[in-house]
């Protein structure tokens, strides 16, 4: 088997691929492991927060330390950790691939037909291979719309964002979906003066309302703007001193620096996928059905190269099924459940059913319980201000179908809520199970009483 | 024109004398045109805005007047005229107008190297075009841009301060340098050199890592791929200019194959795209190195 791309998906598709006794080739074009989960956005990313997250704690609490962050503070010096942590995740992932046996090929892969490759390689002769099975799991880059003209100075895609040497003063931050909201929650916690602009009304439309004002309340209390149902026309270096963004409506707003966050595109233009008989569909991505199996029978895909949900955690899956599936292996039930995790500041999760899908699909009568973090002990002493925690019932007021919580630490609280799920527990559990206190966790205990309650008055 | 030159009984005398002085920080570091230091100060200020820095360029009537020249050239002003420098400023940027002051001052008039004028010139023509090609390198890798440019103006500064240094040891011992043993002196000692002139001249951190392990890239450091961008911006510049007077430039096969392009992950297509910025840089260079 041959998986191209060594992001999250294609990593687990050629480990497991290994694991059932095939020989597995990686093509990468890169030098490094990982794609740019690893290299140029999730853990970059992610490591920068951390440091976010500790100037704005230290902010919060001035009076124990006379804290101001350095006009001049190099970014790299915020993401201090992060060549310790890449280096680490380099060598932990080729370590595991020669530990496999799966052969590292570094080279740019394009199709001569449906079971042959032609990999150019950097200052080598082009290397063809042959082989029964493909897994295509290149990954996506940015969008770059029109009318922003990307020149990865002033104006940065998030590829490039982090390449700036310095914190800018201002920052606009064009989209409302994830990389948008977590990139200008970020850099508003580090001081960065954020203008957030998407043309729909909230960011991150997917989820609640209730969630998406958490949110933008959280951002605006930290001196971000929030510009939603606005068009932007266009943007470009002023050549003097800044980036003009004008939008719809005559307004023009100046800024240091301007983040392009519109969205990603399958990474596909150097495959020639036309050769091994595959075409994109009308969305840019490469169509597979249940089994992540493509048109071609010989030919599967995985991770953001298929598009949604395009989470890292999703991916690895996805890489694993993929080769189970091509090699005809069992690979248990896939659960359709993934909790969503947006490293925003505040972090927002989520798992199920919305309330708005929940009442699409159940109706109108759906009980929601609620819990507030600043509402118990452990949201007190952390002081988390802007958190919320909502459980999605049933309009009996028993069956969980999802839950959403909006605070630090969202992430990894999901995951009681998926076991519930995935148990198919009824809210009671939250109720009849005792937690560490003080905990956020408590906040379960605190949605499903509000449930409890509610179920009551409807008997 | 050769490094390999047999080592003269003038070099041999020469030669430990150099090597005391750049050991023990004895090499008479040129000035950097006081000027030309406040402006680079000046736009690394986040404080400091374009009034300032129009008033000090114009301090200095030369470095206004070539400044203006530049902003008025083809290649910055196709199709406009720019009656003064508030307006150039505003029109092309404090960043644009500090790198060329900046290139502005490195003249081989810094330098007082008699005979060797014109081999200064042209290596300051070189480092130049390295700044311009080492932005577009950056621009592709997703690198940072704005850093590149005065990394790569100054990666070789150390050349024209190691022929001077030459020559001033061979006057103290009364001997006379041929123009080999001074290439020769040059090329063992400008990299050494050329790492206290930026630390004397208080340049960024960035550009001081790329000045001192620039023929040592692959070494692990702090700014690693600064130091790449600017390498592989000098083996652009080295395909289009040449390196040195008279020396022979890259062939395009030469600068394909170069290892730090490929170290920096740059396919046929990528190296192509930054060809495509020649004319831009060309005609970038003509104005800035008139």
Known sequence: MVVIGSGPAGQKAAIQARNLGNTVALIEKTRELGGSCVHRGTIPSKTLRENALRVKNMRMNAELANFKLREDL?????????????????????????????????????????????????????????CQRIVIATGSHPRVPDNIPIDHEHLLDSDSILSMMYLPKSLVVLGGGVIASEYASIFQALGVKVTMIDKYPRPLGFLDDDLSSTFISAFENMGGTWLGNTNVIKAYWNGYDGVITECEGGLEIKSDKLLCAAGRIANVSDLNIEEAGLQLNSRGLITVDEHLQTQVPSIYAAGD?????????????????ASCNALGKECGRIHQLIPTGIYSIPELSSVGLSETQAKEQYGENVIVGRSFFDEIARGQINDIQDGMLKIVCDPQGRKVLGVMIVAEGATELVHIGQMALLNDNDV????????????????????ALDVLAQREKIQ | MTTEAVQSPAFLQVEPLLREKTLNGQIDVPMLPEVAGKVVRLTQDPESDAIELAKLIQSDQSLAGHVMRVANSAAYSPNSTMVSLQQAITRLGMKVISEIALAASITSSLFDAPGFEKYIQHEL???????????????????????????????????????????EAANELGVDLTKDDVYLLESHYQRLIGSRVVEEWEMPASVISVVRLFDN???PHKGQDQTMVVVAGARFAHHFIGKKQGEDRLSLEELTDSNVLADLNLYQDDIEKILE??????????????
């Open chain 1, 74 to 130: 190099e970014l790299a010096t915020l993401i201090n950790r992060l060549e310790i942590v890449l280096h680490a995740h380099d060598k932990y992932m080729s370590k595991q691939m020669t530990r496999c046996g799966v052969e590292f090929i570094h080279g740019r892969a394009r199709f001569l037909s449906p079971t042959s490759l032609e990999v150019t390689k950097l200052r080598q002769e082009p290397e063809i291979i042959n």
């Open chain 1, 305 to 321: 190269v298929i598009g949604p949900p395009s989470l890292a955690s999703a991916s690895m899956e996805q890489g694993r099924r």
């Open chain 1, 428 to 447: 009671d559990v939250f109720v009849e199970s005792i937690f560490n206190f003080p905990t956020l966790a408590e906040a379960y205990r605190v949605a």
């Open chain 2, 125 to 167: 023509r070189f480092s130049l075009a390295t700044g311009l090609w080492s932005k577009e390198v950056a621009r592709v890798c997703r690198k940072n841009v704005e850093a590149a440019f005065l990394a790569g103006l100054l990666h070789d500064i150390g050349r024209p301060v190691a022929i001077q240094s030459s020559l």
């Open chain 2, 217 to 219: 890239y692959s070494r």
């Open chain 2, 277 to 290: 910025k020649e004319e831009v840089i060309t005609s970038s260079l003509e104005v800035m190195h008139s």
